[in-house]
């Protein structure tokens, strides 16, 4: 089954499902769906940070400061952050992320409730071929300069989602 196969929810405006799709169909009717992002860190508090592949349906070749993806149909948050963290960094036995805030991203791409979520990763990675590009272990000085400098193009929900997360953290939410 490709990815564009793949069975979704659909969800209205306050995050209740009114229906399912196959993903190829939500992305081009533009419906709502469900998607989480986990911000991963290491031992030293380093965020992980990718370039995802040319071959994604949404933002190839852009580059990301989360893991995450769209929630299955019937799938909930936090099952969903746990498979796409170890899906895409490639370790098994991660911790449960921890779920911080959601909101409704509407944006370049579409429109989909994103729930924010972080975990800590001391395993080695070994990230999924079919997602990641490339990767790299950047703190948090580092991230916030490439963010700044513009120099790499990052997915607009990521980066939605990180300005989100960084008011959160300063707000001591």
């Not at 986990?38 to 992980?48: L, N």
């Amino acid at each position: 089954m490709s990815a564009a196969d793949e069975v979704l929810d659909v969800v209205d405006r306050d995050d209740r499902v009114t229906g399912q799709a196959p993903r190829g169909e939500v992305y081009a009717g533009g419906l709502i769906h469900r998607c989480v992002f986990v911000q991963a860190r290491d031992a030293q508090g380093r965020i992980f940070v990718h370039r995802r592949t040319a071959s994604k349906l949404v933002f190839p070749s852009a580059y990301d400061m989360f893991v995450g993806g769209v929630l299955g149909a019937g799938e909930g948050y936090a099952q969903a952050a746990l498979r796409e963290a170890e899906e895409e960094l490639g370790v098994q036995g991660l911790a449960q992320p921890v779920p911080l805030f959601k909101f409704l991203y509407e944006g370049p791409g579409g429109a989909w409730w994103s729930y924010v979520h972080e975990v800590r990763c001391d395993l080695p990675v070994r990230p999924q071929e079919s997602e990641v590009a490339w990767h790299a272990w950047l703190s948090e000085e580092e991230l916030v300069q490439r963010v700044a400098d513009g120099a790499w193009e990052w997915v607009p929900d990521g980066l939605e989602a990180y300005r989100r997360l960084r008011a959160h953290r300063e707000s001591g939410q």
